[in-house]
Nanobody, 119 residues
Framework: QVQLVESGGGLVQAGGSLRLSCAAS????????MGWFRQAPGKEREFVSA????????YYADFLKGRFTISRDNAKNTVYLQMNSLKPEDTAVYYC????????????WGQGTQITVSS
């Protein structure tokens, strides 16, 4: 089992910034990728960004256009998502996710944190 605890959500004005954190605990040795998804009201959950624990390779959704930056602290088993130039359309519940490249192992999800961007 892996536990993910997110923090850092909240209310921000358009153009502002927020930083999300996701701390992993438990059987983290089998985890290869951690990342973020989001789900806006009435929409499907969508991929935002991810990072590999080993090597730090990063992945971003095309719609971000460089506004968000993902990073990791291996010693703390924590991933961060720095979000700049926030837009009202970024309003959503943001979920932390961890994935293993090993076949048969499940993904784990955090409880989600709400981000609301006001215009």
């Amino acid at each position: 089992q892996v536990q993910l605890v997110e923090s850092g959500g909240g209310l921000v004005q358009a153009g502002g910034s927020l930083r999300l954190s996701c701390a992993a605990s438990g059987r983290t040795f089998s985890r290869h990728v951690m990342g973020w998804f989001r789900q806006a009201p009435g929409k499907e959950r969508e991929f935002v960004s991810a990072i590999r624990w080993s090597g730090g390779i990063t992945y971003y959704a095309d719609f971000l256009k460089g506004r968000f930056t993902i990073s990791r602290d291996n010693a703390k088993n924590t991933v961060y998502l720095q979000m700049n130039s926030l837009k009202p359309e970024d309003t959503a519940v943001y979920y932390c996710n961890t994935h293993s490249d090993l076949p048969g192992l499940p993904d784990y999800w955090g409880q989600g944190t709400q981000i609301t961007v006001s215009s």
